[in-house]
């Protein structure tokens, strides 16, 4: 089983920063694309940005310039640096990852819990 565990979501003021951290742990053979999605309510689930194994990185027109995403390969990890927030970045942030097991080898797709952000003054 894999368990992904988001961390660093908070209260922050207009034009603030965050870093958000998801770990991934578990029988973990393989990851291949980790990345950062978005839910505000009422509003579907929208990708913010995402990373390839090699460090191919996409983002969000709404987030280019003012988010970062990045790995740390060795423990697993993925963040998301945010700066220059807005109040419509406020949503629940999911860390999402390609993962392929010991028990599988398969790539399957796995969520976080979902961190709140949220942007206020």
């Known amino acids: 089983q894999v368990q992904l565990v988001e961390s660093g979501g908070g209260l922050v003021q207009p034009g603030g920063s965050l870093r958000l951290s998801c770990a991934a742990s578990?029988?973990?053979?393989?990851?291949?694309?980790m990345g950062w999605y978005r839910q505000a309510p009422g509003k579907r689930r929208e990708l913010v940005a995402g990373?390839?194994?090699?460090?191919?990185?996409n983002y969000a027109d709404s987030v280019k310039g003012r988010c970062a995403i990045s790995r740390d390969n060795a423990k697993n990890t993925v963040y998301l640096q945010m700066n220059s927030l807005k109040p419509e970045d406020t949503a629940v942030y999911y860390c999402?990852?390609?993962?392929?097991?010991?028990?599988?080898?398969?790539?399957?797709?796995?969520w976080g819990q979902g961190t709140q952000v949220t942007v206020s003054s």
């Open positions: 578990g029988t973990i053979f393989s990851i291949n694309a």
């Open positions: 990373i390839t194994s090699g460090g191919g990185t």
């Open positions: 999402h990852a390609q993962v392929a097991t010991y028990d599988s080898y398969r790539f399957n797709d796995y």
